[in-house]
């Protein structure tokens, strides 16, 4: 049995730092899977492309490189609406999927956050999370993190975007976001990011199989 840690959830909602705490602790590799799809999503942008446009973002997907998720550009509401529109296509998501599951087979496990890591990527992961937060909570986080980054935005078009994004994530026809049924649930809403951290290792742990 790989030993996989799958972390699910909406955007902001902590998942990417409490995934990176655990990577760190348990000494596994780790993925934000979400940075596949914006990498594919800001390759069609930068080179004029719609995102929506389904066999160039398939070809993307197929040729993306882990060297892609080092661009510079894939933080901020563009990517993430770059993000979104080629998640929704399937040939995007069957290409990135292989890219995941060769991560983690590669390295004997792993600690993946995105949103269909414990439904679809890795269902027979052993140990599951699903972090979620409430909408003003995670808009202003992600307000707080563009304006750290000195990206002008606006609070309230942030959380319009954040809606906005987890309505497409939720009823998209293909892997929606959806809180797998063995999954642990963490809301980080008013949480401190140590006892976010200490709950998911309480969770974590003791699933997960001996090395």
Sequence with gaps: MLRVVAVDGPAAAGKGTLARRLSAHLGFPYLDTGLLYRAVG????????????????????????????????????????????VAAIPGVREALVAFQRRFAEDEGGAVLDG???????????????FVTASPAVRAERRWRELQARGVHAELATVRHEIETRDRQDATRPVAPLLQAADAVVIDTTYLTPEEAFQE???AVLPRLPAG
Excluded: N, W, Y
């Design 200 to 202: 998911a290792l309480a």
């Design 42 to 85: 800001m390759s069609l942008l930068s080179r004029g492309f719609d995102p929506r446009d389904a066999q160039t973002a398939i070809t993307a997907a197929r040729a993306l490189t882990i060297e892609a998720l080092a661009r510079d550009d894939l933080r901020g509401p563009s990517a993430d609406m770059a993000a979104s529109r």
């Design 115 to 129: 949103r269909d890591i414990g439904t679809r990527i890795f269902p027979e992961a052993p140990a599951k999370l």
